[in-house]
DNA sequence: GATAGTTGTAATCGGATGATTACAAGACGG
DNA sequence: CCGTCTTGTAATCATCCGATTACAACTATC
C-alpha cells in the first residue's frame, strides 16, 4: 500500500476514535488498531497526539467546506446562487448528507469543547471562523442566516452525538423533533441505527 | 463540615474536570484533587467514574429546568405564560446566565456526544427528552419554537466552549456573530474571558 | 466508656498510555 | 552488490488510571 493511502486510513480511524472518546480519551493504540498498524507508527506519521488530533480537525472542516463549495458551483451554474433560502436549503441537505460520517461530525464537536487548550484550542477557533466567514463571504449569507444555518447544524450535531435516531420510533418527541429538523432526510438519519461507526 | 456539602463540592469539582476533559478523559484523581479530597473518597462517594457521570449529568439538567420553572412561575404570575415569544426570550436570557458556569455547559455537551455508550449514552438521550418534553408540555411551546430554542441553546454552548469570546475584539466576523446571538447579553459572555474555571 | 457507624486517607495493584529506541524488510540509484 | 531512504514493527520505559484494601479519626448512642 502506497504511503499517503495509509496516512488517509489512519487519519479516518482517528477521526473515528477521537469522535467517540475525546481527545483526551482518546489513544494512539486504539487509532493503531483501528487502522491496522502497529501504535510507534501513527506516533511517527504525525509526530504526536496533539498534531495527528489538529490534522483530523483540519480534514474534517476541509470535507465540510468542500461539499459546500461543490453546492454552491452548481448553484451558481443554474443562476441560483442569489436566492437566500435555496442556497441554505442545498447547503443544509450536504450537511446532512456528512452526518453519515459519525467520527467526522463528533470530532468537530470534540474540537468545540477544547476552547481552553492553548494549541487545539486556537486551533478549533480558526476552523470555526472559517466556516462562518465561508458562508458570510462566498455563500452570501447575511448574519442573521449564517447563525440560523450554524444553529440547526449544532443542534443536528447533538441529535447525531445522543444516537436520538434510536428512540424515533419510541418516543412521540423525539419523532416529532427528528421529523421538523429534516423534513426531507430523515432517512439519512435512520440509516445510522445501529451503525457502530 | 457537613457530608452533604462535601458531596456538593465533589460534584461541582466533578462538573469543571468532566466539562474540561470529556467522560473518557476526566481522571477520578483530578477530580478528587480539584476537590481537595483524597482519590479513593470520590470514587467511594459515587461507587465509580460511571456514576459520578450521570450524577453530574443529572445535576447539570435539574439546574437548568429549575432556572426554566422559575421564568415560568414569574410569567405566570405576571400572566404573560401564553405570549410565546416573552416565554422564549424570558427562557433565553435565564439559559445565557447559566453559560457562566462553563463546566456545567461542558458536561452537557459532553454527555451528548456520548450516545454510544450503552449506560451514559441512554441517560443523556433521557435528559435531552427530559428538555424537550419541558419545552413543550409545560412552556408551551410548538414544536418550530422548541427546535429554534434548542438550537441557538447549542450553538451558544459551542461558542463558550471554544471561548469564541476571546477573539471578541480581535476579529469581526466573531463580533458581529456574537452581537447577533447575545443581542443583549454579551457581557455575560465577555466575563468569560480568561476564566479558567 | 465501650460499641458501632460515619468520614476520610495512605498504600498499593493490575493494567493502560504516549513516546522512544532499536531494529527488520524492502526499494532504488550508482 | 552496496549504501541509504522509506516503511513498518517489537520491545520497553516512565507515568498515570480506576479501584480495592486496610486503617485512622471522629461522633453518637447506650
Do not use: W
Request: net charge negative.
Amino acid at each position: 500500500m502506497r504511503s499517503d493511502e495509509r496516512r488517509a486510513l489512519v487519519l479516518e480511524a482517528a477521526t473515528r476514535v477521537f469522535g467517540e472518546r475525546g481527545y483526551h480519551g482518546a489513544t494512539t493504540d486504539a487509532v493503531a488498531r483501528e487502522a491496522g498498524v502497529s501504535q510507534p507508527y501513527v506516533v511517527r506519521m504525525f509526530g504526536g497526539k496533539e498534531a495527528m488530533f489538529l490534522a483530523v480537525l483540519d480534514r474534517a472542516i476541509d470535507r465540510i467546506l468542500g461539499a459546500f463549495e461543490a453546492d454552491i458551483v452548481a448553484l451558481e451554474a443554474e443562476g441560483r446562487a442569489g436566492d437566500e433560502d435555496a442556497v441554505s436549503a442545498c447547503l443544509g441537505r450536504s450537511y446532512v448528507d456528512l452526518l453519515g460520517d459519525r467520527g467526522l461530525l463528533l470530532s468537530l464537536m470534540q474540537a468545540f469543547m477544547l476552547g481552553s487548550e492553548p494549541v487545539v484550542g486556537r486551533h478549533a477557533r480558526e476552523g470555526f471562523r472559517r466556516v462562518y466567514a465561508y458562508l458570510r463571504e462566498r455563500v452570501g449569507l447575511d448574519p442573521d442566516a449564517a447563525q440560523d444555518f450554524l444553529s440547526r447544524g449544532m443542534l443536528l450535531n447533538t441529535v447525531v452525538g445522543l444516537r436520538m435516531v434510536d428512540d424515533y420510533e419510541s418516543d412521540e418527541n423525539v419523532h416529532e423533533l427528528l421529523d421538523e429538523l429534516l423534513p426531507t432526510k430523515i432517512d439519512v438519519l435512520l440509516a445510522l441505527r445501529g451503525d457502530a461507526t
